[in-house]
């Protein structure tokens, strides 16, 4: 199986993306390939850039990313309780891609971390309503709040409930693909 993972955040130190990378690791006889948003940094969109330039080459590359996998990994950087500017570009242009949803119709396992109490729900809940005018099928999804307690570098999530929580869902989007 191909799997397709990305922080919807341009952080050099995304703790969204560790998160995702963590998710990742537990698909370990799969085709795995992590995307980091730096690599699809575009200018910002606009109808009329649109009209005089085109869609770009990045926009379409990125599209071509969720086209080849099976399954999407992804977690959303929350910022003033919704996407990212990063992920929200890059979001607009692949929208503008004629005759195509923006994630073709896959499934994804969706996910979100933050500092704070919140685990980047927000973002989530927004995501969520949009994913069936989106092509995105989420399987899924899970927060995770307090992402310095609760988080450590090569040992994943370190609180027994949210791994846990973490485990039955991550069971949920495997199941799918049994």
Known sequence: MKILAFAGSNSEVSINKKLVTFAASFFPNDEI???????YE????KHEREQQTGIPELA????????????????????????????????????????????GEKPMFLMATAPGNGGGKNVLEVFVKRAPFSGAEVLTTFSLPNFKEKFEEGN??????????FMEKLETVKERFA
């Open 33 to 39: 390939e992590i995307l980091d948003l730096n690599a």
């Open 42 to 45: 575009m200018p910002i969109y």
């Open 60 to 103: 379409k590359n990125f599209a071509g990313k969720i086209d080849g996998a099976d399954l999407i990994l992804m977690s959303l950087a929350e910022h003033n309780s919704a996407y990212s500017t990063a992920f929200k570009n890059v979001f607009d242009w692949v929208s503008r891609i004629k005759e195509r949803k923006h994630f």
């Open 156 to 165: 994943g999530i370190t609180d027994d409930e949210k791994r846990s929580e």
